[in-house]
């Protein structure tokens, strides 16, 4: 149980949530995998929501959820809350029902897409800039749903510009969304730069439901930081949290939440050997998940994605980039990144994030 009390100020899927991390939906590193591997490092009594990449409402209703890999899922996995693109009521009312029997606790609905795919067919980040239909897709999405609705947003241009954004969330709000994430980067940083955390924090002052802050959390001391400053409800972090799983078990620590299943009686690596030598753990094991999951091919597809974008806080890990690419088969991944992890690696804190 919790001592220490950080964010969770408004319930979060009626109060089931206790635990104020989670990752971010990110399209090729959201997946079933590294939500397993993620998993060996939630306390055993710390329950929070665990997102897909964003999946496409017009694809949704022709695929089978249990074989695809972007909706692939473990049998017992709490806390889904898969993320949607979309637009039209048809696509996205068959879609919810699908997800729903899926195992989905909640929706979210991505307005924050900055593609220009996204911007051509009027979905993700299009959506902020025509508040009217943005709310009528929360109406769409949440009178088709049986479980709560949220919505994933991008920043307004600044602080200035804040009564815009207070507007259009007010809009979702009254459409019945359930909480929101802000990610207060603007559509042109996309994912580089400063995150304006200010914004979280003056979005979850106005309003009166849950706000989900995110944007930069790259240590435990930065996820704590947000929720201290910005009062949010609980902090989502996509790059930093992939490449370090244990600071679920770090913030667990901090807030006196019981030590991770199989863990008890050990410390959250915290030293930059400790958490390097850690990485080098997870990354064998989401090699190994990836194939159990996906097959040699694919594995190897993803594998190398999640290194290119979590390898930047290694001191060599462009040489890690380098030994996955060379990587014929699984096999020799597998072998190549032990030999590479039986020298100690350094893992930094913080990073310059471009990806
Ligand atoms: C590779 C990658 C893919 C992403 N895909 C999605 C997505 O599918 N849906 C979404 O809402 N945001 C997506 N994002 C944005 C993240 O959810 C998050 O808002 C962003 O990375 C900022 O958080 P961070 O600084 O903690 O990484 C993606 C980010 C990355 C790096």
């Known amino acids: 149980m919790s001592s220490i009390k950080l964010g969770l100020h408004r319930p979060i899927l009626n109060g089931k949530v206790n635990f104020p991390l989670c990752l971010a939906p990110m399209v090729g590193l959201t997946h079933v995998a590294l939500r397993e591997v993620m998993r060996e490092y939630l306390p055993q009594d710390a329950y929070t929501i665990w997102p ?5 409402s017009r694809r949704i209703p022709g695929e089978n959820l249990e074989t695809t890999p972007e909706t692939m899922r ?6 889904l809350v898969p993320q949607i693109l979309g637009n039209e009521e048809e696509a996205i009312t068959e879609s919810v029902k ?27 980040v299009a959506l902020m800039g025509d508040p009217n239909y943005a709310a009528e897709v929360v109406r769409m999405t949440v009178k088709n749903s049986t479980v709560p609705v949220s919505v994933k947003l991008r920043a307004v241009g600044s602080t200035k510009e804040l009564d815009e954004l207070l507007t259009f969330v007010a809009g979702l709000r009254n ?37 989900i802050g995110n944007g930069d959390v790259q240590t435990v001391e930065d996820a704590m930081l947000m929720l201290k400053e910005t009062g949010c409800d609980m902090a989502m972090a996509g790059r930093g949290l992939a490449a370090r799983p244990w600071m679920l078990w770090q913030l667990g620590e901090e807030l006196g939440f019981a030590a991770p299943a199989g863990k008890e009686g050990l410390k959250a690596p915290r030293t930059s050997e400790e958490e390097g030598a850690e990485y080098g753990r ?30 930047v806080w290694l001191a060599f ?18 072998e190549g990144v032990a030999k590479f992890f039986a020298v ?6 913080r990073t310059e994030l471009r990806q």
């Not at 097959?295 to 390898?311: P, Q």
Request: with cysteine.
């Open 344 to 349: 100690p690696h350094e893992m930094s804190l």
């Open 175 to 211: 459409s019945g969304a359930a909480w929101v994430c802000l990610h207060p980067r603007t559509a042109a940083q996309k994912r580089r730069g400063w995150a304006d955390w200010e914004q979280i924090k003056l979005l979850h002052a106005a309003v009166d439901f849950p706000v």
């Open 52 to 56: 897909t990449e964003m999946l496409n």
């Open 317 to 334: 890990g462009n040489a890690l980039t380098g030994v996955c690419a060379k990587a014929r088969n699984v096999d020799e991944m597998l």
């Open 98 to 124: 699908r997800l729903v029997e899926w195992g989905a606790e909640a929706i979210d609905i991505n307005m924050g897409c900055p593609v220009q795919k996204a911007l051509k067919h009027n979905y993700g």
């Open 74 to 79: 473990a049998a017992h996995e709490p806390g």
């Open 282 to 311: 997870v990354l064998l094991k989401l090699i190994e998940r990836s194939r159990h999951y996906f097959g040699e091919d694919l594995a190897m597809r993803k594998v190398r994605f999640y290194v290119r974008t979590t390898s």
